[in-house]
């Protein structure tokens, strides 16, 4: 059998990394093409039916549309799609619309996601095309100005979103939290921002987004119009439990209209504040005693360590037992909810988890120009955080919680 030479490939001049670009890039195009192809002759085969008084087919193919360009995550491609003749009389005639390419789509979901993205993570309006075309190869029409354009564009996204309705909504659980930014532009009294977030659980475990919103610091006023503009819009049932840091705004807030729901203080915030009242030296021993209390298997054991760091501290760091002791029932209120929910609840980390990489932002930008910007690029980063959270382990036991099953240490209590 004859050996195959080089001359038989025709391989182009690139790297072998853009030979397989290509490479896929076509097999790509070819795929896509098939497929809307397939949208089409199947739509059209549905209305086979519809003949004239001669028996000639009303709906029928009529050769390819323009060609398209769309800007995907391996690089351009350029589409041909069908057209589709409808010879029906106007009030009859139907319009063919591809599902996998809708009409004017001029950038995949992925290169959506891609732009913000990489302004959140800090690269410059300057720097945008070289980054793009690193990334994507050729990028017509992701300039500098449409970055730009996008970003504008979101302030209409966050408005329309924070006016949605909430009527239906029910959470069992929510995280509450005050996120500070630095705002170059403003006034030097108010060159710091707080954002207010909340979040909550759904009945199938599902975490989401609920409000984002600018307050006045974590004020309870700032607190009380938040939880109200949700409650006007349709949030009626109160939760069975949030959780937060010491913020004595949302505390006091949510007091006043979620009366019955329990209080959880998040342990991460707590553990930091005691160390914070004690020498460098006692600090790793400390936190390991604190972790003994709210990793212990039951409120008995978590009660016996929780006494005893008391004992061993009070006399000569007395303020660091009282901040730990202050709160003691809404620090193990977790044992009244299911074991499997204890990882999500002890703490408020879902969202300081979430804005980890916002603070990146402002590190390599100095911080927003302005609190509007601010506003909008949390809203960005926490909306594309959203489509990555997973259910809560064990979401199958929330309607049991919702119908006041009771909790013991974890455990369902026995009949």
């Given at each position: 059998?004859?050996?195959?030479?080089?001359?038989?490939?025709?391989?182009?001049?690139?790297?072998?990394?853009?030979?397989?670009?290509?490479?896929?890039?076509?097999?790509?195009?070819?795929?896509?093409?098939?497929?809307?192809?397939?949208?089409?002759?199947?739509?059209?085969?549905?209305?086979?039916?519809?003949?004239?008084?001669?028996?000639?087919?009303?709906?029928?193919?009529?050769?390819?549309?323009?060609?398209?360009?769309?800007?995907?995550?391996?690089?351009?491609?350029?589409?041909?799609?069908?057209?589709?003749?409808?010879?029906?009389?106007?009030?009859?005639?139907?319009?063919?619309?591809?599902?996998?390419?809708?009409?004017?789509?001029?950038?995949?979901?992925?290169?959506?996601?891609?732009?913000?993205?990489?302004?959140?993570?800090?690269?410059?309006?300057?720097?945008?095309?070289?980054?793009?075309?690193?990334?994507?190869?050729?990028?017509?029409?992701?300039?500098?100005?449409?970055?730009?354009?996008?970003?504008?564009?979101?302030?209409?996204?966050?408005?329309?979103?924070?006016?949605?309705?909430l009527s239906g909504k029910e959470y069992v659980y929510v995280w509450a939290d005050g996120v500070y930014f630095n705002v170059r532009l403003e006034e030097a009294d108010n060159a710091r921002q707080c954002i207010l977030v909340l979040m909550g659980a759904t009945a199938d475990g599902k975490k989401e987004l609920i409000a984002i919103t600018d307050g006045y610091r974590e004020s309870e006023?700032?607190?009380?119009?938040?939880?109200?503009?949700?409650?006007?819009?349709?949030?009626?049932?109160?939760?069975?439990?949030?959780?937060?840091?010491?913020?004595?705004?949302?505390?006091?807030?949510?007091?006043?209209?979620?009366?019955?729901?329990?209080?959880?203080?998040?342990?991460?915030?707590?553990?930091?504040?005691?160390?914070?009242?004690?020498?460098?030296?006692?600090?790793?021993?400390?936190?390991?005693?604190?972790?003994?209390?709210?990793?212990?298997?039951?409120?008995?054991?978590?009660?016996?360590?929780?006494?005893?760091?008391?004992?061993?501290?009070?006399?000569?760091?007395?303020?660091?037992?009282?901040?730990?002791?202050?709160?003691?029932?809404a620090l193990l209120a977790f044992y009244d909810f299911p074991a499997e929910h204890w990882k999500h609840i002890r703490t408020s980390n879902p969202i300081e988890s979430t804005f980890s990489t916002v603070r990146l932002r402002h590190r390599r930008t100095k911080g927003n120009g302005n609190r509007a910007a601010c506003l909008t690029m949390v809203f960005k980063l926490a909306q594309s955080?959203?489509?990555?959270?997973?259910?809560?382990?064990?979401?199958?036991?929330?309607?049991?919680?919702?119908?006041?099953?009771?909790?013991?240490?974890?455990?369902?209590?026995?009949?």
């Open positions: 059998m004859s050996q195959p030479t080089p001359e038989a490939f025709a391989f182009p001049s690139e790297s072998p990394r853009d030979v397989l670009t290509e490479i896929l890039r076509a097999s790509a195009q070819r795929a896509l093409a098939a497929a809307v192809k397939a949208e089409a002759d199947e739509w059209i085969e549905q209305r086979a039916h519809v003949i004239d008084e001669n028996g000639h087919r009303q709906v029928v193919r009529n050769g390819h549309q323009p060609p398209r360009t769309i800007q995907t995550g391996i690089g351009p491609m350029e589409l041909k799609r069908p057209r589709v003749h409808d010879r029906r009389p106007d009030g009859e005639r139907e319009c063919f619309q591809s599902v996998v390419v809708p009409p004017y789509l001029r950038r995949s979901r992925s290169v959506e996601e891609l732009i913000p993205c990489l302004y959140l993570h800090g690269i410059s309006m300057g720097d945008f095309n070289r980054a793009l075309e690193a990334l994507l190869g050729e990028a017509p029409g992701l300039s500098a100005n449409t970055v730009n354009r996008m970003v504008l564009g979101w302030q209409d996204e966050y408005d329309d979103w924070s006016k949605r309705s006023q700032s607190w009380l119009d938040l939880l109200r503009d949700v409650q006007r819009r349709g949030l009626t049932v109160a939760p069975k439990l949030a959780i937060a840091d010491g913020a004595l705004g949302f505390w006091a807030a949510m007091r006043k209209l979620w009366p019955t729901t329990r209080e959880q203080r998040c342990w991460v915030h707590k553990t930091a504040n005691v160390l914070n009242k004690l020498p460098k030296s006692m600090q790793a021993k400390a936190k390991s005693r604190l972790h003994d209390i709210w990793q212990a298997e039951t409120r008995e054991t978590a009660n016996e360590a929780f006494d005893a760091f008391v004992e061993d501290y009070e006399a000569k760091y007395p303020k660091a037992v009282e901040c730990l002791v202050k709160d003691r029932d955080a959203e489509r990555r959270w997973r259910k809560l382990n064990g979401h199958e036991l929330i309607p049991e919680i919702i119908r006041g099953v009771r909790f013991v240490n974890g455990a369902k209590e026995a009949a």
